[in-house]
């Protein structure tokens, strides 16, 4: 329950800062796409675990530290998905029909471009769930994330290494069930992605 939730909370964080990022980005443009992409370009030049040991390694080890470090690197692929999608609905009919009428760009990106980029945003937070998960584990794996006695799958998995000759069911048990979480999300993203992307359908 712990890798799960702090998982979600992930997401949920990156994908509201993603989303505010590359919705302000795709949509303005000049200056501030230049200025934020810039921003963007930096995080994405260092390896994304690399730069999370080194957040959650700066913030001292906790659960709560481990969700900031992931949120605070993992946002930045995320926004540069979503300015792609912004760009590509605010040259739709329907947006230029919305600002003849004298829609405030604030209406134009709530109502109009948000409601028709949710299903590609949908799948992209459901995949990038097994990713964090990962993540999360392994952070807490290093030693970075949840601390005894709180219950943790990556935690779980490096407190068993010393039984791994005895009692490798210790072992097996949290690293099944990382696996089978994963995979699961995985096959959930893909199975939205054929349901809300009408160009996946034969027939």
Not at 37 to 43: A, G, I, P, S, T
Not at 106 to 129: C, E, Q, W
Not at 130 to 140: K, M, Y
Request: glycine share 10%; charged share 10%; net charge neutral.
């Amino acid at each position: 329950r712990t890798t799960l939730l702090m998982s979600s909370a992930s997401v949920a964080i990156i994908m509201a800062i993603a989303s505010v990022v590359g919705s302000l980005s795709g949509y303005y443009g000049g200056w501030v796409d230049t200025g934020l992409m810039m921003v963007v370009d930096l995080l994405l030049a260092f390896p994304s675990l690399i730069l999370g040991i080194a957040v959650a390694g700066i913030l001292g080890p906790s659960l709560i530290n481990v969700m900031i470090a992931v949120s605070v690197v993992w946002w930045a692929s995320h926004a540069r998905v979503i300015r792609g999608m912004v760009l590509s609905a605010r040259q739709r009919e329907y947006v230029e029909a919305a600002r003849a009428i004298g829609a405030s760009d604030k209406r134009i990106m709530a109502y109009h471009i948000s409601r028709n980029i949710v299903g590609p945003f949908a799948v992209l937070a459901t995949l990038d769930m097994g990713w964090i998960i990962l993540g999360i584990a392994g952070l807490s794996f290093l030693g970075l994330g949840a601390q005894p006695p709180t219950p943790e799958w990556g935690a779980m998995l490096n407190d068993s290494r010393s039984y791994m000759q005895t009692t490798p069911l210790l072992l097996l048990a949290p690293g099944a069930a990382i696996f089978l979480l994963v995979l699961g999300f995985n096959l959930l993203g893909d199975g939205l992605r054929d349901l809300l992307d009408p160009t996946m359908h034969w027939g």
